[in-house]
């Protein structure tokens, strides 16, 4: 069994001061726990300033996203190896506010995220239903679309570097956690499409991580909103350390 994985997704928040000033206090917060992997997602303006405090720590920066390409004409786009050079070391692809703020689709996705795999760098991909699709009772078809788009993206050999993140788009920032059965029940669809490491993610909170992290079939958790306080996000991975 792998160690457990608690990443947290900052969003748009945080300034690069902000960064220097959580990181510098969530460094002794998280030492030492064992068992857990660490990784905060900061804007790409506060990257540079978490690689810099954190280094060290065994805490990895993530990014939000990147493109496919290595360099070239995409206005707005970061790539992966320009991450890459800051030291980050690894980006989220696909979540839920990209597919739907942003207009990105599976196949976007994919390309996404064999460009992060290409660049050497590790990739949390994101998947999940919407409300409406749960309802309509399409959860499974919906899982199954978007995990075969991403296992068709990553070379065997890079599979390694790949964790998936389940996180049902009705659970994320709304307080509405999917229950532990729930998210059990989707992560073991997932599994058994594709086998890699698997976080859930949807108001994950320091009062409800215990629970969700003893599922069998949960390697971890992607965090928001509770990750961006020193004190729940560090009782969240304290729990990913007793669950580990
Ligand atoms: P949340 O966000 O924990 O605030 O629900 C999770 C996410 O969007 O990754």
Not at 196 to 204: F, T, W
Request: glycine share 8%.
């Amino acid at each position: 069994m792998p160690a457990m994985l608690i990443a947290g997704n900052w969003k748009m928040y945080k300034t690069a001061a902000e960064t220097i000033e959580f990181c510098t206090e969530l460094r002794p917060a998280l030492e030492p726990l064992d068992g857990v992997e660490i990784v905060v997602c900061p804007p790409y303006t506060s990257l540079d300033e978490a690689v810099r405090v954190l280094a060290g720590s065994g805490i990895d920066v993530f990014a939000q996203s990147a493109h496919w390409a290595k360099e070239g004409a995409f206005t707005g786009e970061i790539s992966a190896p320009m991450l890459a050079e800051l030291g980050v070391v690894g980006s989220l692809v696909a979540h839920s506010e990209r597919r739907q703020l942003f207009a990105e689709t599976d196949e976007s996705s994919a390309r996404r995220i064999a460009g992060v795999l290409d660049a050497g760098l590790r990739v949390i991909a994101c998947v999940g239903e919407t409300e409406e699709e749960r309802e309509a009772g399409e959860t499974e078809a919906v899982l199954r679309r978007q995990v075969e788009a991403i296992r068709g993206a990553v070379e065997d050999d890079d599979v390694h570097r790949l964790t998936i993140a389940y996180e049902p788009v009705w659970a994320i920032g709304t307080g509405r956690t999917a229950t532990p059965e729930q998210a059990e029940e989707a992560h073991a669809l997932i599994r058994s499409l594709f086998d890699v490491p698997l976080l859930y993610g949807g108001s994950v909170k320091a009062e409800n991580a215990a629970e969700l992290l003893s599922q069998p079939d949960v390697d971890g958790a992607l965090v928001g909103g509770a990750s961006l306080e020193v004190e729940s996000f560090a009782a969240i991975c304290e729990a990913a350390a007793q669950a580990a």
